[in-house]
């Protein structure tokens, strides 16, 4: 479904360049849960922030169902962001003086869907998450757990086939992290397809499968190397 192929990135010019990103390869198929691991500022974000179509690759190719991308430049990309691709951060970036329903409404209106239709989608959405009966509320009416909660019908509420999510458990206590990711799991039941970031190895070891991103590539991991190479205790 998601297919990457050596992807490459870099930053600055002459000898302050960095080469973040050396040829990354990674799939993942339709309602696969993937945890994204490894040291601080070893290129988890920007990597996502390539897949998510808001930042272009040096060289290398991204394949996601119908779209190709990478090298393009993010005004060249902006139907991977409607449709392709949802979001979850670790801030729920929610707008205070709306309702759930109404934060999910509002951007389903700027992906560019009617009224009416937005308003079912957004029910739907809200209904997948366990949120029907908190609709009208506004986020200061929420927990952390529901507030994030929002945030995921947010990002499927368009029935977009891949969600990025980047820490989507870092402002939340235990109990509601692990709430979210088997949230994150059923919905992988339905098709959707999660790559996440995140720096808790208990957590990356209920997806489905752990990657581990050091020194510009990935490789597959597990719970021992992961935690011994230091991503347990990294911050970002």
């Known amino acids: 479904m998601l297919?990457?192929?050596?992807l490459t990135k870099g930053f600055g010019s002459g000898r302050n360049r960095l080469e973040v990103l050396k040829g990354i390869d990674l799939e993942i198929t339709s309602?696969?849960?993937?945890?994204?691991?490894?040291?601080?500022?070893?290129g988890k974000s920007t990597l996502l922030n390539i897949i998510g179509g808001i930042l272009d690759a040096d060289s290398g190719q991204i394949s996601l169902q119908e779209y190709v991308y990478g090298t393009k430049p993010p005004n060249k990309v902006v139907d991977v962001r409607r449709n392709g691709v949802g979001w979850i951060f670790q801030d729920f970036h929610l707008?205070?003086?709306l309702s759930a329903l109404d934060n999910v409404i509002f951007a389903l209106e700027l992906a560019g869907f009617t009224s009416s239709e937005a308003m079912v989608k957004a029910r739907d959405a809200l209904n997948k998450v366990s949120l029907g009966d908190r609709m009208d509320f506004i986020p200061d009416?929420?927990?952390?757990?529901q507030q994030q909660r929002v945030a995921i019908a947010r990002a499927i509420a368009g029935n977009?086939?891949?969600?990025?999510?980047?820490?989507p458990t870092g402002n939340l206590d235990v109990k509601s992290g692990e709430e979210i990711i088997d949230l994150f799991k059923e919905l992988a039941k339905d098709g959707v397809s999660i790559l996440m970031v995140t720096h808790d190895p208990i957590l990356a070891s209920k997806a489905d499968r752990m990657l581990l991103l050091k020194e510009?590539?990935?490789a597959a991991s597990d719970i021992r190397s992961a935690w011994g190479d230091g991503a347990g205790a990294e911050e970002k």
């Open 3 to 6: 297919r990457v192929q050596s």
């Open 31 to 42: 309602g696969e849960l993937v945890a994204l691991m490894g040291p601080s500022g070893c």
């Open 95 to 97: 707008i205070d003086r």
């Open 141 to 145: 009416q929420l927990s952390g757990g």
């Open 160 to 167: 977009r086939p891949l969600l990025l999510a980047d820490e």
């Open 216 to 218: 510009g590539k990935t």
